[in-house]
């Protein structure tokens, strides 16, 4: 089974500073897809960050991006110049191709805190 | 685009009774939708997975009995916790997908039960 491993429970960073949070995962198969989701305490799902395993390039949208790893099963997200509202639950999570097998495994989330 | 309603946000009941959640896909149709538990500084949890027309597929360890899911048309799952328990408080949310792979999964605000 797969499985998605989030290493860091909590992370803390200066605002204006850049942080980067792990995730690595498991799994026997060469095609899926990878999410980075934020959770506010408004609790909402977020989408951060989308990476196809076909794709050599490293997904960026702004100020976040990854450094996808296939051949480690890494799969870590960076934020620059973070900013007071980036602070939430951070979730990696998995999504295979294969037919039957489409859902999303998260890991066990990351909790960012932006310090003034 | 790509809307989904979870209604209610939140919603308390008393021991032994019953509590219908809604997931609805606003803007598109929706083959296969998910349901997710997550408690307290956790992770989701997946539930079951239902697609239009057929009987959910539910994670082992999930009562089918318990979390009745029902996805009748394309546009509209609901669970329903049958004779809940204090222990059934937990937040459900849902998500949605167009078709096989479609990707990302669409999220819905999220359900808070609280079982008095």
């Known amino acids: 089974a797969q499985t998605v491993t989030q290493s860091q429970p909590e992370m803390s960073v200066q605002e204006a500073e850049t942080v980067t949070l792990s995730c690595t995962y498991d799994t026997s198969e060469s095609d899926y897809y990878l999410f980075w989701y934020k959770q506010p305490p408004s609790r909402q799902m977020i989408l951060v960050i989308r990476?196809?395993?076909?794709?050599?390039q490293n997904a960026t949208e702004n100020r976040f991006s990854v450094n996808f790893q296939k051949a480690a099963k890494s799969f870590s997200l960076k934020i620059s110049d973070s900013q007071l509202g980036d602070a939430a639950m951070y979730f990696c999570a998995y999504y295979p191709f294969l037919q039957g097998a489409q859902k999303l495994v998260f890991g066990q989330g990351t909790r960012l805190t932006i310090n003034p | 685009g790509a809307v989904v309603s979870q209604h209610p946000s939140w919603v308390i009941c008393k021991s032994g009774t019953s509590v219908k959640i809604e997931c609805r896909s606003l803007?598109?149709?929706?083959?296969?939708m998910f349901w997710y538990r997550q408690f307290p500084k956790q992770s989701l949890m997946l539930m079951a997975t239902s697609n239009e027309g057929s009987k959910a597929t539910y994670e082992q360890g999930v009562e089918k009995d318990k979390f009745l899911i029902n996805h009748a048309s394309l546009t509209l799952s609901t669970l329903t916790v049958t004779s809940a328990h204090p222990e059934d408080s937990s937040f459900y949310i849902c998500?949605?997908?167009?078709?096989?792979?479609?990707?990302?999964?669409?999220f819905g605000n999220g359900t808070r039960l609280t079982v008095t």
């Open positions: 998500s949605a997908r167009r078709s096989f792979g479609d990707s990302p999964l669409h």
């Open positions: 990476q196809e395993a076909y794709k050599q």
């Open positions: 803007d598109f149709q929706a083959t296969t």
